[in-house]
Every structure is written in structure tokens, then in C-alpha cells.
């Protein structure tokens, strides 16, 4: 039956410059011409129906996340859970899921986060134009995943930097000798800092992830305690940053949305709107493991195939005006955290922070917040995606 | 056709039919009953798919799978004895006119 269907058709004109400045456009036409499309300059098959990309996730015996092709074990110096499958991603993913489950949250990580964001809000001048992005939604996100992760004695420019350099080396899709020296420093930087805060939390346990992985009564290999914090600092500073900086945006161009959901309390839709919108994470990979068949079109065991969550999120069979930032949405079946057993183990995290903590505080402290050109904002990002510059002005 | 009501927290009740072999989730998430999200699609990945059985049920409804209290700790709402993730209760003939009960949260 599945040798009947052609191959998905071949596009040879997307460029990757293209994605990175606005891939929408291309996702939009995609879905209507060609939801299943091979992208030469990529290498990848496109899926950009949400249906597509939901099916995929959620069957990982077809679709593994276990690609040996890619760059992120050289970058990462091992195979972190982001890449396997099966019992073994999950015994490792629940070795730290206990620091990030909405108990610990909430008694540990939200009061925290309240300290954190009254400190940084604090050092802003009142009316002059900030780069908020800059000195509030990148080392931000930044500091509280120090904390969360079980290494507060890392800067926030630590953080900053090793979490890029990862995410650099795991995009080195061309080996290039550089990224890689680059991320090979990262790691050795990290392996010392691991090391003596895994003495110390030894001595003293803390709800972190380090401790309550490294104080497990069973615990999972140093060295895999080691990578999967590594992948927590690789992926979990942009999202939370982007996030904060898209939904400001959506919610400082909308202000008659910005007053309605001051009024109603409707931070959390905000949230969830602003994730929708722009995806922080916008395609992930997965190996093909058997042949199949998506939309009619053959797919063949050891094709690479891209979910495209930020398409997803714009699919018109879903949501109505999609290109619109909209709060007050119905229904909002955004594929943003992902799905299936990689659903992205940071979700409550970013909610119960960005979504509960920082917007209520952020306009409680400046209820008169504006961002004088909304044109100066710059957007970029085809892997990760969110606005690099966010010049508001904080009254 | 197996019956399965839901009731959400402000005791709203919300009668549905599903078929046999489907899960409580997917029950729920075809239907548009508010009150599951189901996120990660039955994985088991991100607890927003608590229930609570009704008493009445519980036995019928047979016991937890394997790892699923671990992500029941992790669920927005309290765990109680009578707590599951609907993702891994399936549907059966047998289990016709269950009623679960919603949390208050999922996320």
C-alpha cells in the first residue's frame, strides 16, 4: 500500500535567511499548497499542519527522537534525554521532574521569582526607554533557572553564555571546528561549576534538580545528571525570555487587549497567546524509524521530518485569524510545549513565572508601560524565534 | 455506546458518549469538555489530564498504571486516593455512565 504513494514534493527556493527573517509567510503557503514539503536548503521534510505535527510527537516509536546525525552530542559532550526514547528518556526525565512540578513552584520557585523580578525591575530608570529584552527578559529567565537548576553561583552572563554556546554547537549542522571549541569551553566551565555545587548540595540538600538528582536513592549516572542539566541551561533560558518579550509585544500593540486583561486577571491567556503567536521553539526533528505514509505522501525510514509548532500554531483549520495576536481566543490548542513524552518538562515552570508572576508584577509596578515604535522591534529566529530588541519606555 | 459524565469543579455535569477503546482524555478532548487539557497526548509527560474517579467507580475503574503516580504528584491539583490521569483510564463496555470528577487546575 505505502509504495503507491509518491515521495513528498522537493522545494528548492526557501532559503534559510528567509526562515530566520519571517518564516510565516512560507508556513502560510506551505499549508495550503503543500503541508508535507521536502526543503532542500534544510534537509528536512516540512510538516506544517497540526495535525501532522501532533501525530508525530506523540508517536515516538515511528518518529524517534534518537538522531544520531545531529550535532547536539559533540556540542553537549554526551547524549542528553532530549535524544532518547522509550524507558530509559523516561527514567531520566523523572529524575528531575520533582523541582519543576507545580508544588515545588509554588512553595520554592514562585517566591523566588518574586524576589528576583523586584530586584531587576528595581535597577530600571522610570521614564526613559529600556531595552526590556535586554536587561530584564533574558537575564531574568536566566537567574531563576540558576536557581531551579542547583547552580546560583552561576552569573547571569554564565548562564547566558554557555546556554547560546550549547545551542550554537547543537545548530553546528556544518562542523564547523569553531562552535564546537566554543561549546567544548562551556563544558568544561560547567563540569566545575556541577561539580562543586554537587558537594555542596550533597552536604546540604535543596528542591533543585541537581540535588534531588544527585540525592536520589537510586539516582541516574553522574555524567547523565551532568548532560541533562546541560540541556536544561541549553533550553531553558530563550524560551522563557522570547516568551516575556512576544507577549509584551502582543499585549503593548493591542492596548485595548492590554486593558481587558489587566481588568480580568487574564494573564495566564495572555501567556498562552503570546506562545501561540510566536513560538519560542518553533521546529523540533525526528527520525523516521519505519516507512509510513503522512498526508499521502511516502516517507521513508531514515527521513528526518521537521514539526513545524510554530505552523501548527497558525493553522487555519484551528484558529481563526491566526496572524492576529488575540487573548481572549476561545479555545487556544497551541503545540508550543510540545507533545507526546518529550512535552517540554519546563511548562509549569514557565507558567506559573512568566505567566502568574511577571506580567501581573511587571504592570502593577509600570501601569503605564509603552513602547514608542513598535517598528524598531526586531524579530529573528527560524530553530528559536522572539523579538532581539524590546525598546519600551516604563511609567 | 458507553456514557461517560463529567463533572467539573462548580459541579457543572456534562454528559458525553465515546466508544470502547478510547481513553477518558481523548473522551474528553473530542467532546470540548472544558476542564482537561491533555497536552502531551497520553505520554504521561505532563499531568494536565487529572481526574477523580467518583466513588462509585473506583473499583471498576481498576488501578493506576505503571508511573502514573509519579506525574499524578506533579499535577496542578491536590492527589487524592481517587486521582488518575483520564489519559490511562480506557474506555470499556463496562465502564458505561462513569463520572469523573475535575480538578480545579490542570495547569
Redesign the interface.
Known amino acids: 500500500m505505502l509504495s503507491t504513494s509518491a515521495r513528498a514534493p522537493i522545494d528548492e527556493t526557501i532559503t534559510l535567511e528567509q526562515l530566520t527573517l519571517d518564516p510565516y509567510p512560507t508556513y502560510k503557503r506551505l499549508r495550503a499548497e503543500a503541508p508535507v514539503m521536502r526543503v532542500k536548503s534544510v534537509g528536512r521534510t516540512f510538516l506544517t499542519k497540526a495535525a501532522d505535527t501532533?501525530r508525530v510527537?506523540?508517536d515516538?516509536v515511528t518518529f524517534s527522537s534518537n538522531d544520531p546525525h545531529t550535532p547536539m552530542k559533540k556540542a553537549f559532550q554526551a547524549t542528553t534525554l532530549m535524544r532518547k526514547d522509550g524507558k530509559e528518556h523516561?527514567r531520566e526525565?523523572?529524575a528531575m521532574?520533582?523541582a519543576?512540578?507545580?508544588?515545588t513552584i509554588v512553595e520554592v520557585w514562585q517566591p523566588l521569582y518574586r524576589d528576583i523580578v523586584a530586584e531587576y525591575l528595581d535597577r530600571l530608570p522610570r521614564g526613559e526607554i529600556v531595552d526590556f529584552h535586554k536587561d530584564i527578559s533574558d537575564p531574568v529567565a536566566a537567574r531563576i533557572l540558576a536557581h531551579i537548576l542547583g547552580i546560583p553561583e552561576a552569573s547571569d552572563a554564565d548562564m547566558q553564555r554557555w546556554s547560546q554556546t550549547l545551542i550554537d554547537g547543537a545548530g553546528n549542522f556544518g562542523n564547523l571546528p569553531g562552535p564546537f571549541a566554543d561549546s567544548d569551553r562551556a563544558n568544561a566551565e560547567m563540569n566545575k561549576v556541577l561539580a562543586a555545587a554537587t558537594e555542596r548540595l550533597k552536604a546540604t540538600p535543596d528542591r533543585s534538580a541537581l540535588s534531588v538528582m544527585v540525592n536520589a536513592e537510586d539516582p541516574i549516572p553522574y555524567s547523565q545528571i551532568v548532560a541533562n542539566i546541560k540541556i536544561a541551561v541549553g533550553g531553558g533560558i530563550n524560551e522563557p525570555r522570547d516568551a516575556l518579550s512576544t507577549i509584551l509585544f502582543g499585549l503593548l500593540t493591542n492596548p485595548d487587549q492590554l486593558e481587558a486583561v489587566k481588568a480580568e486577571e487574564k494573564w495566564?491567556a495572555a501567556f498562552e497567546e503570546g506562545v501561540r503567536w510566536c513560538a519560542p521553539i518553533q521546529v523540533s526533528s525526528r527520525l523516521v524509524t519505519e516507512d509510513t505514509e503522512i498526508r499521502d505522501c511516502f516517507i521513508p525510514k531514515g527521513d528526518v521530518v521537521m514539526t513545524i509548532q510554530a505552523s501548527a500554531n497558525h493553522d487555519e483549520e484551528l484558529f481563526e485569524h491566526p496572524e492576529k495576536f488575540d487573548a481572549f481566543r476561545a479555545?487556544n490548542p497551541h503545540q508550543s510545549?510540545?507533545?507526546?513524552?518529550?512535552?517540554c518538562a519546563g511548562?509549569?515552570v514557565s507558567?506559573r513565572t512568566v505567566g502568574q508572576v511577571m506580567l501581573p508584577m511587571l504592570f502593577e509596578r509600570f501601569p503605564n508601560i509603552e513602547l514608542p515604535d513598535p517598528s524598531a522591534v526586531m524579530w529573528r529566529g527560524f530553530g528559536f524565534r522572539g523579538p532581539i530588541n524590546l525598546p519600551l519606555r516604563l511609567a | 455506546m458507553p456514557k461517560v459524565t463529567f463533572v467539573a469543579s462548580d459541579g457543572t455535569r456534562t454528559d458525553v458518549d465515546t466508544q470502547a477503546g478510547t481513553c477518558a482524555m481523548r473522551t474528553a478532548l473530542g467532546q470540548n469538555v472544558t476542564g482537561i487539557i491533555g497536552e502531551c497526548g497520553g505520554a504521561m509527560a505532563c499531568a494536565t489530564c487529572h481526574v477523580y474517579v467518583d466513588a462509585d467507580w473506583v473499583e471498576q475503574v481498576g488501578p493506576r498504571k505503571d508511573g502514573e503516580i509519579d506525574l499524578l504528584e506533579f499535577a496542578a491539583s491536590e492527589m487524592k486516593d481517587e486521582s488518575r490521569l483520564s489519559c490511562q483510564i480506557e474506555i470499556t463496555d463496562a465502564l458505561d455512565g462513569l463520572v469523573l470528577h475535575l480538578p480545579e487546575a490542570q495547569i
Open positions: 501532533k510527537k506523540e515516538p523516561m526525565r523523572m521532574m520533582s519543576l512540578m507545580p508544588k495566564g479555545s510545549f510540545g507533545g507526546g513524552p518529550h512535552h511548562t509549569h507558567r
